[in-house]
């Protein structure tokens, strides 16, 4: 394959959900060696997704390894560029399907045993602890703000580095913010495998959650627009 950033986004973002869904799967699903993991297991998980992610797309053409829209989008605002928006979240959207089908084929069995529909759909997507629509939207506004403040600080402190420290960001993303609404913190990561979700014959896997799917994009999309402009 020749390099280029459209194969980059999309690789890169295929490699986060694997690993990212994949440590979910591996703590909720039934019968796993990683059952009942804790939340600990997944932030980590999350975190290490987001570094290999971040390597594997700049292995394959794309430099900028945005892995995700509300990146795209604030930088797009900051630097005052759009060109990138429409190919790159094309290319993460794809590679985060790719990944969600990726990580449901690979736990196949463990699918077929647990019955908690659920945490069947956690592995896909993201739902609140407690529902309530506009702690929910703040909760992953305010996480997107972060993770686009904390990048822009360690680009401007790091230089080999930045894949690692941007892992342990989202790590700390995770820990601190995330218990209200799984921290979804990327459009693409949220909606791809939601879609999975809907459309594959995944064994007694319930609804989709779609009356709440618009906030997991819209939040880190609004947060995405303030942090371009802080950014600016």
């Not at 529909?117 to 703040?138: D, L, M, W, Y």
């Not at 305010?142 to 993770?147: F, H, K, P, Q, S």
């Not at 680009?155 to 609404?181: D, E, K, M, R, Y």
């Not at 819209?218 to 802080?230: D, E, N, R, S, W």
């Amino acid at each position: 394959m020749t390099p280029s950033p459209f194969l980059g986004e999309l690789l890169g973002t295929m490699v986060l959900i694997i690993l990212g869904n994949g440590v979910v799967a591996n703590v909720v699903l039934k019968d796993t060696k990683g059952n009942n993991g804790g939340w600990i297991v997944i932030t980590a998980g999350w975190a290490f997704a987001v570094t290999m992610g971040v390597f594997v797309s700049q292995a394959f053409g794309g430099y900028d390894a945005h892995l995700n829209p509300a990146v795209t989008v604030a930088m797009a605002i900051a630097k005052n560029e759009y060109s990138k928006v429409v190919s790159y979240i094309t290319a993460q959207m794809i590679g985060a399907m790719l990944g969600a089908i990726t990580v449901w084929l690979f736990h196949l069995p463990h699918y077929a045993r647990t019955e908690d529909k659920g945490a069947k759909r956690a592995t896909f997507c993201t739902e609140p602890a407690i529902r309530s629509t506009g702690s929910n939207f703040f909760s992953e506004v305010l996480g997107t703000i972060v993770l686009l403040v904390g990048i822009k600080g360690i680009g401007a402190v790091t230089t080999g580095l930045g894949p690692f420290a941007v892992g342990i960001l989202v790590w700390a993303i995770g820990l601190s913010l995330g218990g209200t609404t799984g921290y979804a913190i990327n459009p693409a990561r949220d909606l791809g495998p939601r879609i999975i979700h809907a459309i594959m014959p995944i064994a007694g896997k319930g609804d989709s959650d779609w009356q709440y799917s618009w906030i997991p994009v819209a939040g880190p999309i609004v947060g995405a627009m303030i942090a371009g402009l802080l950014l600016l």
